[in-house]
């Protein structure tokens, strides 16, 4: 059950003894530049795409097919230009599950640290290093099953985000999901609740 949460948000778990390579000199963030990238993520956010659980389905014995996925992420400060809060729910087994994501920079090790709570559900942890020249965030990640999940997230620019992911267990692909985040402008908001 665990393991399929974690296929469901496509979170990268990181076991916590695990480390993190440092990123090279060139794609260090300056504080400047880890300031700006939180700040261009506050707002509301819609986010649609499709995830796919690879495999066949237990109840029909028919391969899976991918899933549209539609919701709202809601990012604030949780301290202003050093750390991001992300409020957003996620169906699981047919159930709303409010999830708080906590997104902050480890400056030592060059990474961006996230982590993710879901009621009723243990924290994930995701460790994702900045690629300055193509704006783009490039998680890897182990999970505790020694699955093996490795994610995007581009920025396009102040209003959009492209987000990719993919895990692996035992060299097979058994999940995917693309995602896009639209910021939601003021005048949206009636329109999109």
């Not at 530049?33 to 995830?51: H, P």
């Not at 899933?67 to 996620?90: D, H, M, N, P, Y």
């Not at 505790?144 to 987000?163: M, V, W």
């Amino acid at each position: 059950m665990k393991y399929f949460l974690v296929i469901l948000m496509a979170l990268p778990l990181m076991r916590a003894d695990e480390k993190t390579p440092s990123p090279p000199a060139k794609n260090k963030v300056t504080p400047k530049q880890v300031a700006d990238l939180f700040a261009d993520d506050i707002g509301r956010w819609k986010v649609e795409g499709k995830s796919h659980l690879i495999g066949l389905d237990p109840k029909t014995g028919l391969p899976r097919k991918p899933v549209e996925e539609k919701g709202i992420w809601v990012i604030r400060w949780k301290v202003q230009g050093k750390s991001t809060e992300a409020l957003f729910t996620a169906k699981i087994n047919n159930k709303d599950v409010p999830f708080v994501g906590l997104k902050e920079y480890d400056a030592k090790q060059g990474v961006f640290i996230l982590r993710m709570k879901g009621e009723g559900f243990p924290e994930g942890l995701s460790r994702e290093i900045y690629d300055v020249k193509t704006w783009t965030f490039h998680g890897k990640s182990v999970h505790p099953d020694g699955a093996k999940e490795e994610s995007t997230f581009q920025i396009i620019d102040r209003n959009k985000r492209l987000f990719e992911t993919h895990v692996k267990k035992d060299g097979k692909v058994v999940f995917t999901r693309k995602a896009t985040f639209t910021r939601i402008i003021q005048d949206q908001l009636d329109g999109d609740n």
